[in-house]
Nanobody
Framework: HVQLVESGGGSVQTGGSLRLSCAAS????????MGWFRQAPGKEREGVVG????????TYADSVKGRFTVSQDSAKNMMYLQMNSLRSDDTAMYYC????????????????????WGQGTQVTVS
């Protein structure tokens, strides 16, 4: 049974930073593709960054390039999202997601091809 649990969200002022964490169980981080997504109120869920094979391939949405950094720690089976220079339009529920083993979809992550999801962590920038 795969379980993804996000943490690290909170409220921060514009220009501030947060680091989100995603703890995985039943899934080995670094062996496939994972992603961070976000959903703002009244909007569809969108891909923020995709990461495959432990970071050999990472793709960021244009809106976060240069501000967000994804990383993984295979020893801890964790994925992180370091978010700097936060803006009000970064306010959203953030989700981590993973593809089933055997799938390998690079690029900015698309919701439809991810199979495992966390419950989300709220980020509010004001």
């Amino acid at each position: 049974h795969v379980q993804l649990v996000e943490s690290g969200g909170g409220s921060v002022q514009t220009g501030g930073s947060l680091r989100l964490s995603c703890a995985a169980s039943g899934y080995t981080i670094g062996t496939g593709c994972m992603g961070w997504f976000r959903q703002a109120p009244g909007k569809e869920r969108e891909g923020v960054v995709g990461i495959c094979l432990g970071g050999r391939s990472t793709t960021y949405a244009d809106s976060v390039k240069g501000r967000f950094t994804v990383s993984q720690d295979s020893a801890k089976n964790m994925m992180y999202l370091q978010m700097n220079s936060l803006r009000s339009d970064d306010t959203a529920m953030y989700y981590c997601a993973a593809q089933r083993p055997g799938y390998y979809t690079t690029g900015v992550p698309v919701e439809a091809v991810f199979h495992y999801w966390g419950q989300g962590t709220q980020v509010t920038v004001s």
